[in-house]
């Protein structure tokens, strides 16, 4: 089945650095996702991408749909401590309804 | 409430109890999805629920697991003869409308232990 490939798998990094995390696959998907999850939480929506070469911004964060629809990114810029918390990509194939998503990225931040 | 809502937060069992996990999804969505997210892991999907269409089942790992929704509203995933390697999260979400423009909001989750 579809896989995403989500790296890194963990990230230190001091407050105010920026921060970046990609996804690729060997499939084709039409919607990329960006989610993130704190500890005893559910997902929440960060970014959604609906069009390859999307470039789409939320705040600090960015993200992009890669040309060739198998891969995106998202980057953190000047982070702070309320970044912390596990970051996961996700794609909906076309025509269906399931997510598939990527192992996450969890981030510390050092103070 | 304004959110997806589960219940319990917490459950722990002996294997080979049968188990009921509850969701009540945001009010008005029409999709309810069902995930597993296993420690450290990304969630996997196990079932999907659209208005009064027949569920894809596709995810479901054995004949163990069944789910079903009530009046196109809140949704009860069982787990019967329960396994150690059933212990995981077990997510909800709804969507408003279903397809690639139906985001997708989570509730908070029931962690499942079995002994």
């Known amino acids: 089945g579809q896989q995403l490939n989500q790296s890194p798998q963990s990230m230190f990094i001091q407050e105010g650095e920026d921060v970046s995390m990609n996804c690729t696959s060997s499939?084709?998907?039409?919607?990329w996702l960006w989610y993130k999850q704190d500890p005893g939480e559910g997902p929440v929506l960060l970014i959604a991408?609906?069009?390859?070469?999307e470039l789409t911004s939320n705040g600090r964060l960015t993200a992009q749909f890669g040309i060739t629809r198998k891969d995106s990114f998202l980057n953190i810029s000047a982070s702070i401590p309320s970044d912390v918390g596990i970051y996961f990509c996700?794609?909906?194939?076309?025509?269906?309804?399931?997510?598939?998503f990527g192992q996450g990225t969890r981030l510390t931040i050092n103070p | 409430g304004a959110g997806v809502s589960q219940s319990p937060s917490n459950k722990v069992t002996e294997k080979g109890k049968d188990v009921e996990l509850r969701c009540d999804p945001i009010?008005?969505?029409?999709?309810l999805y069902w995930y597993r997210q296993s420690l450290g892991q990304g969630l996997e999907f196990l079932i999907y629920?659209?208005?009064?269409?027949?569920?894809?089942k596709s995810g479901l790992p054995s004949d163990r697991f069944s789910a079903e929704r009530t009046g196109g509203s809140v949704s009860t995933l069982t787990i019967q003869r329960t396994q150690q390697e059933d212990s995981a999260v077990y997510l909800c979400?709804?969507?408003?409308?279903?397809?690639?423009?139906?985001?997708?909001?989570f509730g908070p989750g029931t962690r499942l232990l079995v002994l």
């Open positions: 979400a709804s969507s408003l409308r279903s397809g690639e423009r139906g985001t997708q909001y």
């Open positions: 499939s084709i998907f039409n919607t």
């Open positions: 991408l609906y069009k390859a070469g």
């Open positions: 996700a794609a909906l194939i076309q025509g269906a309804q399931k997510l598939v």
């Open positions: 009010s008005g969505h029409t999709a």
């Open positions: 629920f659209q208005g009064n269409s027949a569920p894809d």
